[in-house]
């Protein structure tokens, strides 16, 4: 049984810092693309980033030169560093894992950050 569990969530203050991580368990993690996805109510679930297990990442625009993925393949572990965080951050941070090759994808159930001051 596949498991994603996020921690790391609160609130925190514009211009702060706050770390995601995500343990996952029952894959065999470094056969997955590992990835952050970011939704707020009434909206579509958008790409945060996404890392390669060969480390490789990709950023959606707006978190760009802020956020840093990276992940642990050893402990099975991938972390989101968000930096200079605004408002707008604000969401519903999930953890994905799809497949490098074809097969079914796997969601967190989420963890909630909040800018505010």
């Known amino acids: 049984q596949v498991q994603l569990v996020e921690s790391g969530g609160g609130l925190v203050q514009p211009g702060g810092s706050l770390r995601l991580s995500c343990a996952a368990s029952?894959?065999?993690?470094?056969?997955?693309?590992m990835g952050w996805y970011r939704q707020v109510p009434g909206k579509e679930r958008e790409l945060v980033a996404t890392?390669?297990?060969?480390?490789?990442?990709n950023y959606g625009g707006s978190v760009k030169d802020r956020f840093i993925i990276f992940r642990d393949n050893a402990k099975n572990t991938v972390h989101l560093q968000m930096n200079s965080l605004i408002p707008e951050d604000t969401a519903v941070y999930y953890c994905?894992?799809?497949?490098?090759?074809?097969?079914?994808?796997?969601w967190g159930h989420g963890t909630q950050v909040t800018v505010s001051s």
């Open positions: 994905n894992a799809q497949p490098h090759t074809i097969g079914e994808d796997y």
């Open positions: 029952g894959l065999k993690f470094t056969s997955y693309l």
């Open positions: 890392m390669h297990s060969g480390g490789f990442a």
